[in-house]
C-alpha cells in the first residue's frame, strides 16, 4: 500500500488575519482531518511535527521511502498587497511527471469546493525546498491566504471538506477507490483453514501484502464492496469482509 510523508506547515510566526492562531496551527488541523481519510484509504503515512522546521521534514523524508511528500500550507501576500490575494497554488517541481500529476490532481478536487475556482492553479518551482530537495515526488499545496479574511473564514471552516478533496485526489493518483471514513472498529480473522489475504486492492487480482492466520487481530478503518481497510500489525491493506469477525 502507499505511504505519504505528511509535512503541515511549521511557521508559526503566520498569523491568520482572524485570529484563529498561525499558519501552522490551521495546517496541523487540517492534516488532522485528512488522518482519518489516509486509514480508511489505507494509505500509511508519517508525520512531521510542530518542533521541526521544514528542512529538518525533508531531511527526515528522505531518510526513509516514500510515495509522495505532500506539505499543507497556506499562502501570504507579498508586502504591499496583504489581503488583496486570494487563491490555492499546488507547487511542483518540473521534470517531476509524478509531481505534476498530483498537483493537478489536488487541484482538480479542490477546485470542486473553493469558492472561486477559477483562482486553483498548479505551478512548477525550484525555489521551495519540500518540493525542490525531496527524493519523493512532492506537492506543497497554498491552500488560500491566511492575510484574506474571507481566505482564512473559509480554510477555517471547511476543514473536512478541504481534507476530503485531498483524499480522494490521493486515492485517484494512487488508484484506490475512495472510502469514507468509519469508526475503527476491532475485528478478529476467522477461517477453517488456510490463511486470509492481506491486498493492496479489493480485488482478488490484488497483490497479496500478507497472509493473515486464523484468529489475527486487526483493526478495520473502512469498508468497500465486500472488502475492509484493515491494519495488521505494520501493513495496511484490503481483506474480504466474510472472514473478519468484529
Request: aromatic share 12%.
Amino acid at each position: 500500500m502507499p505511504i505519504i510523508y505528511l509535512s503541515p506547515s511549521t511557521q508559526e510566526w503566520n498569523s491568520y488575519v482572524t485570529g484563529s492562531g498561525s499558519e501552522e496551527y490551521n495546517m496541523n488541523l487540517l492534516a488532522d482531518a485528512l488522518v482519518p481519510y489516509l486509514l480508511s484509504n489505507g494509505i500509511r503515512y508519517k508525520r512531521n511535527r510542530p518542533e521541526m522546521t521544514a528542512g529538518s521534514s525533508i531531511r527526515e523524508a528522505n531518510r526513509g521511502y516514500y510515495d509522495l511528500y505532500l506539505a499543507l500550507h497556506s499562502n501570504g501576500a507579498p508586502e504591499g498587497r496583504y489581503g488583496e490575494e486570494r487563491g490555492i497554488i499546488a507547487f511542483y517541481y518540473p521534470g517531476s511527471s509524478q509531481g505534476q500529476r498530483a498537483a493537478e490532481l489536488i487541484a482538480q478536487e479542490l477546485r470542486k469546493i473553493y469558492p472561486l475556482p477559477g483562482k486553483v492553479t498548479t505551478r512548477s518551482t525550484t525555489s521551495l525546498g519540500e518540493v525542490a530537495q525531496s527524493k519523493a515526488p512532492a506537492v506543497l499545496v497554498e491552500i488560500g491566504y491566511h492575510d484574506n479574511y474571507a481566505d482564512a473564514l473559509w480554510i477555517e471552516g471547511h476543514m473536512d471538506d478541504i481534507a476530503q478533496q485531498l483524499a480522494r485526489a490521493l486515492t485517484e493518483f494512487f488508484g484506490l477507490p475512495f472510502i469514507y471514513p468509519m469508526d475503527p472498529a476491532k475485528g478478529t480473522v476467522t477461517l477453517s483453514w488456510g490463511t486470509l489475504n492481506l491486498r493492496s486492492y479489493p480485488a482478488p487480482t490484488g497483490t497479496v501484502i500478507a497472509n493473515m492466520p486464523n484468529g489475527s487481530a486487526v483493526t478495520i478503518y473502512g469498508e468497500w464492496q465486500g472488502w475492509y481497510v484493515v491494519h495488521y500489525g505494520d501493513q495496511a491493506g484490503y481483506a474480504a469482509a466474510a472472514y473478519i469477525d468484529r
